[in-house]
């Protein structure tokens, strides 16, 4: 079975520092790995995508970086938080390029607090 | 844009009733997925769907993709089924797999 685990659970950081987040998907090979932004209270909007090692798609930018150093592992960072970035970010996998579908997995997610 | 209506924003039922959740969508789309989101941020996977109906327990779901919407029903419903549903609009485009997806739907179930 898949998991999908994503680290820390929470942050609270203050503005102008850096940040990383992480996500390990374990028990599929070569998945599709997403990074998705929730405001509190709010919908979903996807930020990255990445199909292959190395390989990452902005889909929005909200001064963050994605990188996938690993086939099970995708980072999301920045050098200096804003405000703006508080909010509750989710990983998700879906299967790789052939598979029968691309319905997506969300992770526990991880709450950022920015002051 | 690509969009998609989510409605209704907020939902209350009483145990045991049922009711609907529609997301009507402005852009051509493969498939929909509804998740439910817990109080715990959780986003449970309810339906992914292409085309068609499909029924799970006390929920079903249908995607009419020509005329571009998606229906949840509930049925029945229980306190656990407290939570803020999501439908996501699955895009195939240059970017890769895009979800866009909804407001959500705020569902308070009451005794």
């Known amino acids: 079975a898949q998991t999908i685990h994503q680290w820390p659970v929470a942050e609270i950081k203050a503005v102008g520092s850096p940040l990383s987040l992480g996500c390990t998907i374990k028990?599929?090979?070569?998945?599709?790995l997403y990074w998705y932004w929730q405001a509190t209270g709010g919908t979903l909007q996807q930020l990255f995508y990445?199909?292959?090692?190395?390989?990452v798609e902005s889909v929005v930018q909200l001064n963050l970086s994605a990188s996938r150093p690993k086939d099970d592992q995708f980072i999301l960072s920045t050098e200096k938080l804003l405000l703006s970035h508080s909010g509750f970010y989710l990983c998700?996998?879906?299967?790789?390029?052939?598979?029968?579908?691309?319905?997506?997995?969300f992770g526990p997610g991880t709450r950022l607090t920015v002051l | 844009g690509d969009q998609v209506e989510q409605s209704p924003s907020a939902l209350s039922l009483h145990e045991g009733t049922g009711s609907a959740l529609r997301c009507n969508f402005t852009t051509t789309m493969r498939a929909v997925q509804w998740f439910q989101q817990n109080s715990r941020g959780s986003l449970i996977n309810l339906f992914y769907l292409a085309s068609g109906t499909k029924e799970n327990g006390r929920l079903k779901s249908t995607f009419n993709s020509k005329e571009s919407y998606s229906t949840l029903h509930i049925r029945d419903a229980q306190l656990e089924d407290s939570g803020t549903y999501f439908c996501?609009?699955?895009?195939?485009?240059?970017?890769?797999?895009?979800?866009?997806f909804g407001i959500g739907t705020l569902l308070s179930v009451k005794p």
């Open positions: 998700a996998w879906s299967l790789g390029v052939g598979g029968r579908s691309y319905e997506q997995y």
């Open positions: 996501a609009a699955e895009i195939y485009g240059s970017s890769g797999n895009k979800l866009i």
């Open positions: 028990g599929k090979s070569s998945p599709n």
């Open positions: 990445s199909i292959t090692v190395g390989q």
